[in-house]
């Protein structure tokens, strides 16, 4: 019954308006400045990193990696905030692009540099000599990224986010009596596929 009171023939008198305030409720409202707030405190600490980095502590941490690091921050956080914003192709894109590759020089350089240190302390407790070169280490996470972006290629040319849209029937009536019909808009590629294949990246 549900379905049948949902149900609209094409032949009904309709009218299709765009559901504006579901991009101006709280929530999202919320996702835009929280979004705004970690881009501001990326970008700091990108800057109070800069002007520290001939110290002692900044140089054993590695600059690099650090950069790398909230370089990827920003990036989630700049597709947090268009995610937050009315869907359109280029932005549906543009999520997807800063979202995965956020999270991938987020977290990649992390891992990199913890099995780095792992194989020093392997090393060192069979009294073994080992040299790392930052060189291999930082090519293992560019070449990472690298596969990341080739995926994300495959994406977008095979089956690109687009704007999509959902129409959902209202109990209102317009002005001649024709049923009023709510379009959402959200992205989406035709397969779910990539979908849950980029979740499972960022997880």
């Known amino acids: 019954m549900k379905q049948l009171e949902t149900f609209i023939p094409k032949t009904h008198p309709r009218l299709i308006e765009d559901n504006d305030e579901a991009y101006q409720d709280s929530l999202h409202l919320a996702a835009i400045i929280i979004s705004c707030i970690a881009m501001g405190a990326t970008v700091l600490s990108m800057v109070i990193t800069y002007v520290q980095r001939d110290k002692q502590i900044m140089r054993i941490q590695q600059v690099e990696f650090l950069f790398l690091l909230l370089g990827g921050l920003l990036l989630v956080s700049i597709g947090s905030l268009l995610n937050a914003l009315p869907p359109t192709n280029p932005i549906c894109v543009s ?57 994300l290629t495959i994406w977008t040319a095979v089956d690109p986010p687009q704007s999509s849209y959902e129409l959902t029937l209202t109990e209102g009536e317009g002005s001649f009596g024709e049923a009023i019909i709510d379009r959402t808009y959200f992205c989406q590629s035709e397969e779910e596929f990539w979908y849950y294949l980029g979740v499972s990246w960022q997880l």
Do not use: C, D
């Open 95 to 151: 999520v997807v692009w800063l979202v995965n590759l956020g999270y991938t020089f987020e977290f990649v350089p992390l891992i990199v540099k913890v099995a780095a240190i792992n194989r020093l302390m392997v090393a060192a407790q069979q009294m073994r000599r080992l040299e790392l070169h930052l060189a291999s280490v930082y090519g293992s996470v560019l070449a990472i990224a690298f596969l990341v972006g080739v995926g």
